[in-house]
């Protein structure tokens, strides 16, 4: 296969960005969760093509797009826990010494950009992958608890169904049958 000239390069704008993580986004959430095959995304890139112009995308295109998002998306939720950066959530920036960022950035080399943009259309990266698997009665946004159960309350009846006693106070009293884990 010949190799591509640098005029051959799909070139991702942020107009072309912000569309494709919309589309991944509805389908991801209309999916429950799942992410496009690669019809769909041979769909969109026809769509991309009749729409912008320049340059054809294909169904790979979009694919490889994907992963680099994800990529990034995971190298973004690093940031917000590695020790010796800082991360400002008002101006969505890094704030760390140039030594430090130079150690994070060897793992995540695509997250360069991070350190003085943010993470554009953050609210659509965490839409589309983030990974929620919580059902039942543990099926609810981390934003929000529903009204009429407290966080433990499905873990508190299934113990009960199981006679598991879980004591944490230093002078435990055995029940019959129960199983005891003292955590002191």
Known sequence: MPRKTSG???????????????????????S???????????????QFNAEFGGVPAHG?????????MKKIYNGWKALQTRT????????????????????FIGRFKECNHLRYEGLRNKELYVKIFEQQHAAGA?????????????????VEASMEDYGTHVGLEDDVTPTPGARHFNAG
Not at 32 to 46: V, Y
Not at 84 to 103: F, I, K, Q
Request: glycine fraction near 8%; proline fraction near 6%.
């Open 8 to 30: 051959d390069h799909y070139f991702w704008d942020a107009a072309k960005e912000t569309k494709f993580l919309i589309q991944l986004s509805e389908y991801v959430e209309c």
């Open 32 to 46: 429950g969760g799942k992410h496009p095959p690669k019809a769909t995304l041979e769909l969109w890139a026809a």
């Open 60 to 68: 790979k295109t979009l694919y490889q797009k994907k992963e680099r």
């Open 84 to 103: 010796g950066l800082g991360y400002d959530p008002n101006t969505d920036r890094v704030v760390c010494s140039d030594e430090a960022w130079h150690s």
């Open 138 to 154: 543990s099926g609810y946004g981390s934003v929000s608890m529903p009204g009429d159960s407290t966080p433990y309350s499905d």
